[in-house]
C-alpha cells in the first residue's frame, strides 16, 4: 500500500559528501513528520534528524552543521545531504514517514540504505 525507498548511499572517504533521498509511494493523502534514523553494528538505531511538513528541522548533535535534511511535498521526497563525513557516520540509514492514507494511518520505515565512510 505505502513504500518507502531510500537511495544514495555508497562509499565515501572522510571528509566526503553524500546525499541521500527517500520516496515515498503508494497510497497516500499526507506525509507528515519525516526522519532520517541510523544503525552501525552492534548498535541501535539512531535519530538522525527529523523535519515536520512545514520545514521545522531538528538533528542529532552528532550530525549538526554537517547535515542538512529537506523535503519536497509536492514529490512525496525527502533528502539528506551529508558534508564533512566521518568514519563513525558509517552506518545504514532509513527513513521514517508519519503517512496519512485514504483509509487509516501510520508509520512506514525504508528498508534502508548502506552508508560507509573509509578513513
Known amino acids: 500500500q505505502v513504500q518507502l525507498v531510500e537511495s544514495g548511499g555508497g562509499l565515501v572517504q572522510a571528509g566526503g559528501s553524500l546525499r541521500l533521498s527517500c520516496a515515498a509511494s503508494?497510497?497516500?493523502?499526507?506525509?507528515?513528520?519525516m526522519g532520517w534514523y541510523r544503525q552501525a553494528p552492534g548498535k541501535q538505531r539512531e535519530l538522525v534528524a527529523t523535519?515536520?511538513?512545514?520545514?521545522?528541522?531538528n538533528y542529532a548533535d552528532s550530525v549538526k552543521g554537517r547535515f542538512t535534511i529537506s523535503r519536497d511535498n509536492a514529490k512525496n521526497t525527502m533528502y539528506l545531504q551529508m558534508n564533512s563525513l566521518k568514519p563513525e557516520d558509517t552506518a545504514v540509514y532509513y527513513c521514517?514517514?508519519?503517512?496519512?492514507?485514504?483509509?487509516?494511518?501510520?508509520?512506514?520505515w525504508g528498508q534502508g540504505t548502506q552508508v560507509t565512510v573509509s578513513s
Open positions: 523535519i515536520t511538513r512545514s520545514g521545522s528541522t
Open positions: 503508494g497510497n497516500i493523502f499526507r506525509i507528515n513528520a
Open positions: 521514517n514517514a508519519d503517512i496519512i492514507r485514504n483509509y487509516g494511518s501510520g508509520y512506514y
